[in-house]
């Protein structure tokens, strides 16, 4: 069996215990590699690693950076059709779905943040007499960047980009759960030249790799993708050493429809808002509240929409949905269908798990699932599931739908549908996320701050954000 290894110091070597965990695909439910089980002695060579290389790679011009980041991009870019396999194999997502969106993504956030370093640029404040004060922006030195499963080398790279290009050395750890593209990823930094140390990439389970990264006192920022309940405990670590945080959680976002908008589109939109990816992207629309005047109209015709949408063997070309990331992701989803139903809920579409034939046999597939008929109040229209399952519920007036949407404790992202220009800017104002969509989904420029608020995560990620969080800023005031 394959054993994936640790890229630490340039080198791709074995865990120091030589224990390892099975890798499952999700598609068939059999184990196809083994990842390393690391912990914190791993860490330790990885820290010193990433610090003995810190003082060349942050000395490094911007010009020779950009060169690595763009070489390893296009090294990806080479081997396009392996990282499309892997990340599909190993998340359970359609093979058409990584080829379009998460490996394409991975290589724009390497050739992005090559080029936006370059025009990184600080402020200077001249003071009255001649002194001025300007900002200094310096590499904070070594960073741990910790990534979830559900867009594995997407996320991965959209931490690692930047913190690579504003000078740091970083200690990455990608999802145990989906951990192969990573470990491609290793062997594309050595193709490119990637001086040893800069970049260590150390696979193994959260509360014991992970957590390594989150205590050693030398890592000095953490960039998480992940749950909401591990960013919290993450913070009760990290805050009191006074580590810079950025956290990227969970959500559990609003699709606004008002009677006026375009209709077919805000249909064919919200079908895809709800369930790309299995459901499983934490910008996925999870509730969606239509205007009473078109609720029927709209609810017959999406969830024809979804009936049509066929979950199948995420290799076929054919297939919208693959399988679920994991044998334990499905209980959690397949239990809150459960829920939904004791909730008082209707299952207009899907509610079950699908048994598939021949490879897939013994994967984790589940139908995508419409539900009516919940108090938005209740635990189905409050928490996070993150998977194919998304509510329909009516609304009377602006304020009712805002109230309802407003009412949970994430923030992350929302999407309005409407042709009312003074409503939309409305909405956008009120509606409490990091990011409102109006008439569209998942459109994003990478210089835009990307985050949420509430739950779903303090500080900001992508454009000047990402390279003012991995940077810290010095006030110099030279006296005339
Ligand atoms: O994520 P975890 P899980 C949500 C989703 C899901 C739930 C739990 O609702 O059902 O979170 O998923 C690492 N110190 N999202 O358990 O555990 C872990 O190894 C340091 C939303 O799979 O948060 C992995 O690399 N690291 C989300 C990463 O954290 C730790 C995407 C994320 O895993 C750690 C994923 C620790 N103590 C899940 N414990 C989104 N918003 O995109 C775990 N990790």
């Given at each position: 069996m394959e054993k994936i290894q640790n890229y630490i110091n340039g080198q791709l070597i074995e865990p120091v215990s030589k224990k390892y965990l099975d890798n499952y695909e999700p598609a068939t439910g059999q184990v196809y590699s083994l990842v390393p089980d690391s912990d914190s002695s791993d860490i330790q060579l990885a820290v010193e690693a990433a610090k003995t290389a810190f003082p060349l790679w942050s000395k490094t011009g911007l010009e020779d950076r950009m060169m690595i980041l763009l070489k390893i991009a296009d090294g990806i870019e080479r081997r396009l059709e392996e990282f499309v396999a892997a990340e599909s194999r190993d998340n359970g997502k359609p093979l058409k779905l990584a080829r379009a969106m998460d490996i394409p993504r991975a290589i724009s956030n390497f050739r992005f943040y090559a080029s936006a370093v370059q025009h990184f640029s600080s402020e200077s404040h001249p003071m009255p007499g001649g002194t001025v004060n300007y900002t200094l922006r310096q590499p904070i030195g070594v960073v741990g960047c910790i990534s979830p499963w559900n867009l594995p080398l997407y996320l991965f790279t959209w931490k690692i980009a930047p913190a690579l290009a504003t000078g740091n050395c970083v200690i990455a750890k990608p999802s145990e759960i989906t951990p192969y593209t990573a470990y491609l990823l290793s062997t594309v930094c050595i193709e490119a030249g990637l001086p040893a140390g800069v970049l260590n990439i150390v696979h193994g389970l959260g509360g014991k790799t992970g957590q390594a990264i989150i205590e050693h006192p030398e890592i000095k920022a953490i960039s998480f993708t992940g749950g909401t309940e591990t960013g919290k405990r993450i913070a009760a670590t990290a805050a009191p050493m006074f580590k810079k945080l950025s956290l990227e959680l969970g959500g559990k976002n609003a699709t606004v429809v008002f009677a006026d908008c375009d209709f077919e589109e805000a249909v064919k939109e919200s079908v895809r808002s709800s369930f790309s990816n299995q459901g499983e992207?934490?910008?996925?629309?999870s509730r969606i509240f239509v205007e009473r005047g078109i609720y029927e109209k709209f609810k017959t015709a999406f969830v024809e929409k979804v009936k049509a949408l066929k979950v199948g063997d995420p290799n076929e070309q054919s297939t919208d949905q693959g399988a679920i990331v994991s044998l334990q992701h499905k209980q959690k989803v397949l239990s809150y269908i459960q829920l939904a139903k004791e909730e008082g809920g209707e299952v207009l579409s899907g509610g079950i798990e699908l048994q598939l034939k021949d490879r897939c046999t013994g994967g984790y597939f589940i139908a995508p699932t419409v539900i009516e008929g919940l108090d938005y109040k209740c635990r189905t229209q409050q928490e996070e599931i993150f998977g194919p399952v998304v509510t329909l519920t009516p609304f009377e007036t602006e304020d009712e739908a805002l109230t309802m949407a407003n009412s949970v404790k994430y923030g992350l992202a929302s999407s309005i549908w409407t042709n009312n220009l003074k409503q939309a800017h409305r909405v956008s104002e009120k509606i409490e996320a990091g990011i409102v969509w109006v008439n569209c989904w998942l459109l994003r420029d990478l210089r835009t701050p990307f985050g949420g608020v509430k739950a779903s995560g303090v500080g900001r990620e992508g454009g000047w954000e990402a390279m003012k969080f991995f940077t810290e800023a010095k006030n110099v005031c030279i006296k005339a």
């Open positions: 992207i934490c910008l996925c629309g």
